[in-house]
């Protein structure tokens, strides 16, 4: 586990020294930002692979700062916080956050939703691709390839073609894309799916790729 960075965004500093022992003492590369100001910037720089993010920060918020991250990282992020409200809880999922933890937390929970993470986040390790009809799915920088050519793509592009290069022949029902992408159905509407379909399908286009994903009526979508 030692190749996985995890970037530790609290400003407590006996909770962020207490984190980092933890993460460490797990075997993973633990870092901490302490210049809130500058967290984007810091994201950008050492990349990690998933991002510890509290709330309440000086300065700033850690809504802004997931949604500031999301621009331009697919890295899981995870909110630790001693706020406890559901809406709290609705608002980091729509922003893109993929877990919510509140304070005190348990430290083996905590482990094995950041193992549960990576292991989706990274599904087959770092540095890793996946080919399929001539295409190259880079897993780690979130990318898809074509014959030279190149596309960026969201972290939740990613989850879906993911899937969709693991079960290749074989028609994925939407019910089953949406659980794989989201546990929780109630923060997710049926055209979300929609939206990220559509837009992967751009993206293919640009690349000379049309038909790649085949719709199947009533079924789902197959490549």
């Known amino acids: 586990m030692a190749e996985y960075k995890i970037m530790v965004v609290e400003d407590d500093p006996v909770i ?13 590369d633990a870092v901490a930002v302490s210049d809130f100001t500058k967290t984007a910037d810091a994201v950008r720089e050492q990349t990690p692979h998933l991002i510890l993010l509290d709330i309440k920060l000086p300065g700033t918020d850690g809504f802004s700062l997931c949604a500031q991250i999301r621009t331009f990282s697919n890295a899981p992020i995870v909110f630790v916080t001693g706020a406890n409200t559901d809406l709290d809880e609705l608002h980091s999922i729509l922003l893109g956050g993929d877990a919510y933890i509140t304070k005190p937390y348990n430290t083996a929970i905590l482990l094995a939703k950041i193992a549960s993470l990576l292991k989706r986040a990274y599904p087959t390790g770092l540095s890793e691709t996946l080919a399929y009809q001539g295409t ?24 879906i073609l993911y899937y969709l290069y693991q079960h290749a022949g074989k028609i994925c029902s939407r019910a089953d894309l949406i659980d794989y992408l989201w546990d929780n159905r109630l923060y997710v509407d049926d055209n979300t799916l929609s939206v990220n379909i559509n837009r992967i399908r751009d993206k293919l286009a640009s690349l000379g790729l049309r038909d790649f994903i085949q719709t199947k009526h009533r079924q789902g979508y197959l490549i």
């Open 136 to 159: 190259v799915l880079h897993l780690e920088s979130g990318k898809l390839e074509f014959d030279g050519h190149q596309v960026d793509l969201t972290r939740n592009e990613l989850k």
């Open 16 to 28: 962020r020294t207490e984190l980092r022992t933890i993460l460490r003492g797990n075997g993973y």
